[in-house]
């Protein structure tokens, strides 16, 4: 659904700008349709907590972005980093 909405909300003309970031970012979402709709409804659940989630998070960058408040923005990509770091590769 993440992968979906990037590229809903990639404007056309700008679709030549994009490089290889934006490729494996989004390359789910040029994935069967139908497919994804049976995975995302059989889990409805789990996929709505993570999207609140998501939501949630997506807020306060836009809120960090918005007010200019580096300091704030830097300590969430900070705390996105050290969580997908200790995921490992």
Request: proline letters at 3%; glycine letters at 6%.
């Given at each position: 659904?993440l992968?979906a909405?990037i590229?809903?909300?990639?404007?056309?003309?700008?679709?030549?700008?994009?490089?290889?970031?934006?490729?494996?970012t989004?390359?789910i979402?040029?994935?069967?349709?139908?497919?994804?709709?049976?995975?995302?409804?059989?889990?409805a659940?789990?996929?709505?907590?993570?999207?609140?989630?998501f939501?949630?998070?997506?807020?306060?960058?836009?809120?960090?972005?918005?007010?200019?408040?580096?300091?704030?923005l830097?300590?969430l990509l900070?705390h996105?980093?050290?969580?997908?770091?200790?995921?490992?590769?």
């Amino acid at each position: 659904m993440l992968a979906a909405a990037i590229v809903a909300a990639t404007p056309p003309a700008t679709h030549r700008f994009t490089a290889g970031g934006w490729r494996d970012t989004t390359r789910i979402a040029a994935g069967d349709p139908e497919l994804w709709a049976d995975i995302l409804l059989d889990n409805a659940a789990s996929v709505a907590a993570a999207m609140k989630r998501f939501a949630v998070a997506a807020e306060k960058m836009l809120l960090a972005i918005e007010a200019g408040d580096r300091g704030r923005l830097v300590k969430l990509l900070h705390h996105a980093k050290d969580a997908r770091d200790a995921v490992g590769s």
